[in-house]
């Protein structure tokens, strides 16, 4: 398993997510997950809503076009994003923006 994953259009991505944190990014590689700081504390669901409004900021495009697929009670989550309109930098640093064939996106 990788931390990320074409489906046709539509980008899946395996994160941990640290709540609660002063900075919020995405900010390296947690074994096969990327991980992601999120200001909003793990309670009653914030956590979970600012790590969908971010991932839907750094794509392009709107909330409704991130699903948070597995992991609702959990640090370790599975995100649909629905065609992104742009892969961010860090996304491409840390090697995502490939085919799950090895062709460019």
Excluded: Y
């Excluded at 065609?83 to 995502?96: D, M």
């Amino acid at each position: 398993m990788t931390w990320f994953r074409w489906d046709g259009t539509s980008l899946r991505l395996e994160v941990t997510v640290r709540p609660g944190s002063r900075r919020e990014g995405a900010d390296a590689l947690h074994g096969d997950r990327l991980r992601i700081a999120v200001n909003a504390p793990a309670q009653e669901g914030r956590a979970n809503q600012r790590l969908v409004e971010w991932v839907a900021e750094e794509f392009g495009v709107p909330k409704r076009a991130v699903q948070l697929l597995r992991g609702a009670g959990s640090r370790n989550k599975s995100l649909l994003v629905e065609s992104p309109a742009t892969l961010p930098g860090w996304f491409l640093a840390l090697g995502g923006g490939k085919t799950a064939a090895g062709g460019e996106r």
